[in-house]
């Protein structure tokens, strides 16, 4: 399978267009200037990668993360309506109390 990799000068900083099989390492000319520069071609994987295998991963981990944002934000507002509601309870006995 040809590939087409765009390849940058190092001399002219020009650029150009080799062809090559993957996993490769060509001698080529540049077009503009004629410097020869040894390019090669990366490794491409038909599987897919280890990394791209643990983004799904990530994915759950900052989800159980938002879920548990969620669970703290709910116990928040439950603490704070008990300690309202218990204000409230104790501020009308003390003021039954004090007629």
Excluded: D
């Excluded at 765009?6 to 410097?35: D, F, I, R």
């Excluded at 038909?46 to 799904?56: M, T």
């Excluded at 938002?66 to 509601?85: C, D, E, Q, S, T």
């Amino acid at each position: 399978m040809v590939i087409q990799y765009q390849v940058k000068c190092n001399n002219c900083t020009g650029l150009y267009v080799v062809q090559a099989e993957p996993a490769t390492t060509l001698k080529s000319s540049c077009p503009y200037c004629g410097h020869l520069a040894t390019v090669a071609t990366p490794i491409i994987e038909a599987e897919p990668s280890v990394a791209e295998s643990e983004k799904p991963r990530k994915e759950k981990i900052e989800s159980k993360s938002v879920g548990l944002g969620k669970k703290v934000a709910i116990v928040f507002v439950i603490v704070w309506f008990f300690i309202i509601a218990l204000s409230s309870f104790l501020y009308v006995v003390f003021s039954a109390m004090s007629k």
